[in-house]
């Protein structure tokens, strides 16, 4: 059974940094994309980055340079390194996890079949 549990999450003013972590339970990162998404109030749920299972990544255009994804398999858990941070990056930060996503559909949301409980980020002065 696939579990996603995520940490790291809180305050920070901006410009600062906060490293995010899921550790996944039933997931071989190389059989499974995994992502995170995010979600601010009132908003849709946005993709953020994301690791193909061939290790390939994609992240969004606004977070280029700023976040970087990676991953350790022998702890089974992802990150996201978020430097620099704005105002705009303050939302609820998803790990997601599936089996079956090709390279071109790792920001659709509603393609991945596992999620966490989320985190909370406030980035805010």
């Known amino acids: 059974q696939v579990q996603l549990v995520e940490s790291g999450g809180g305050g920070v003013e901006p410009g600062g940094s906060l490293r995010l972590s899921c550790l996944a339970s039933?997931?071989?990162?190389?059989?499974?994309?995994m992502a995170w998404f995010r979600q601010a109030p009132g908003k849709e749920r946005e993709f953020v980055a994301a690791?193909?299972?061939?290790?390939?990544?994609r992240y969004a255009d606004s977070v280029k340079g700023r976040f970087t994804i990676s991953r350790d398999s022998a702890k089974n858990t992802m990150f996201l390194q978020m430097n620099s941070l704005k105002p705009e990056d303050t939302a609820v930060y998803y790990c997601?996890?599936?089996?079956?996503?090709?390279?071109?559909?790792?920001?659709?949301?509603?393609?991945?079949?596992?999620w966490g409980q989320g985190t909370q980020v406030t980035v805010s002065s």
């Open positions: 690791f193909h299972r061939s290790g390939g990544t």
């Open positions: 039933g997931v071989t990162f190389n059989r499974y994309a």
């Open positions: 997601a996890a599936d089996q079956s996503i090709i390279l071109s559909s790792l920001a659709f949301a509603y393609q991945y079949d596992y």
